[in-house]
């Protein structure tokens, strides 16, 4: 007997939980648009996956643009729906994926902003003189040394700091492990950090940064610091994390034009996601493209020759 059209969205959401082990914030997006577009269904009496045709998913997404969602909403829903229908189509419960064809009203992404180096250098200037000094200037050296998100840095063991080396053994999203590089500065900051660190931390605690009470510190508290840090040092903007993982993007293809290894350095899975970091202008990327373009070349070439 055929599953239900519920039964299967448990299942795929079962495989996200255990295989792609996405995170409980991704997972209860992923069950309330699930949820909503099962109860509709079962109102249009579509009681399996293979009932739901091209013109359902569109008279879905319809009726949800009636109640006033917003595109960036309306294009989550989507996504979540394609992926659940490819899914299915992967596992055979159906032939034909009926989210082809199907529209969103396009989202204008905004671009992050960024702070420029010369703020990022006068953020880095705090004291770390007191430990839970050190312990912030540690943090925001490894943010924006490494571009690492805030849950990356919270999660960082001491067994993951490479000295030698200067890298460190990311943990990202979908607990996939990268190695950043952090820099010299950023090495220096986390070794300053240690010298205070065994007076707040128990033995038995490997968190690499730790709260007043020797907890592994919380994204929340990394926040509220980084916020903090910001007015003390004067920064004209709002410090926070997620801001100095922009920076660090944004310097780096600012420096180096290779979209393709700040992916990596980010942990991007895909370039798209890369490319909305970037505040490159025009003229920038068209310096980029006749630097590298052989045929760019070929033409700066024949207009010196014709001179």
Sequence with gaps: MAKSLRQSCDDFLQHLRVERQYSSRTLDSYSRTLGQFCDWAEQQRLALMTDVVNRHVEQWLAGQHRKG???????????T??????????QQWLSVD??????????????????DVDQVNQLLQASTDDPLGARDVAMMEVLYGGGLRVSELTALDLTDIDFDSGVATVTGKGSKTRLAPLGRAAVQAIERWLQFRNDFAPADQPALFVSKQGQRISE???QSRLAKAGIEQGINAKVHPHKLRHSFATHMLESSGDLRAVQELLGHANLSTTQVYTHLDFQHLAKVYDQAHPRAKRAANNKTDNK
Excluded: D, H, I, W
């Design 69 to 79: 969602k917003k595109p960036r909403t309306l294009a989550q829903q989507m996504s």
């Design 81 to 90: 729906l394609r992926s659940f229908f490819l899914y299915g189509v992967r």
């Design 98 to 115: 009926p989210t082809q064809g199907v529209t969103t009203p396009k989202v204008n992404r905004p671009l992050p902003k960024n702070f």
């Design 220 to 222: 929340r508290s990394v």
